[in-house]
């Protein structure tokens, strides 16, 4: 099996594709990218120089993810999504001199394996979003998102937690949370020596 590139879109000869991914029309992949296995790059959608994709990884139209973001396996990205990667960003410097790629220093978003960014979401780096987690449409990340959490607004703040499925838990009168989909049942607890923090791990069958 081999990749697919479309003949609008514009792909570096030193990027690296796996298998079966498609990168659509006018879409644009950097140098030194490296997207994995099974991947779909959307219609006018930016990866970054150097920038790392998992496999079976859904970046959709339009979506912008600049380096040094890291996509783990399995992430969708929806329409228009952002993933910025400068915490100061300015077109001159104080002098009023136009700053160069090396004139700043690039931080990254992180966003690990089965998590999703909802349409227009933005992710200011640098951020990571949790595994499984799912940023909400419109919602502006400033801060990192635990693994399973439902968050939404600008900024973007946990308003509950979703299971592997992507369908939001419902709380179980022990105090567990448990997917109506799947059935699959999840544990909460405090984070550490944070008692206003908590986070939410699989319960093993």
């Known amino acids: 099996m081999s990749h697919r590139i479309t003949p609008s879109a514009q792909v570096d000869p030193s990027a690296e594709l796996g298998d079966g991914t498609t990168i659509w029309d006018l879409a644009q992949v950097r140098e ?16 970054g120089a150097g920038v790392r ?66 349409a227009r979401s933005v992710c200011v780096a640098p951020v990571r979003v949790g595994r499984w987690a799912m940023v909400a449409a419109g919602a502006v990340v400033t801060r990192d998102v635990p ?8 900024p973007a703040r946990r308003i509950g937690w979703v299971g592997r499925a992507g369908a939001r838990l419902t709380q179980r009168p022990d105090g567990t949370w448990e997917c109506p989909r799947t059935g699959e049942t999840y544990i909460e607890a405090p984070a550490g020596d944070d008692p206003d923090t908590v986070v939410l791990t699989e319960k093993p069958r």
């Open 53 to 118: 994709i998992g496999d079976n990884v859904k970046l959709q139209n339009h979506a912008l993810v600049y380096e040094p973001a890291i996509l783990e396996d399995g992430v969708f990205v929806g329409p228009a999504v952002v993933l910025t990667n400068d915490r100061e960003p300015r077109s001159v410097d104080p002098d009023g001199k136009l700053k160069r790629g090396g004139d700043w220093e690039a931080v990254g978003v992180h966003v690990a394996e089965g998590a999703s960014l909802g």
């Open 32 to 47: 030194n990218a490296r997207l994995g296995a099974n991947c779909i790059v959307g219609r006018g959608a930016y990866v």
């Open 147 to 154: 693994d399973f959490a439902l968050v939404a607004g600008v």
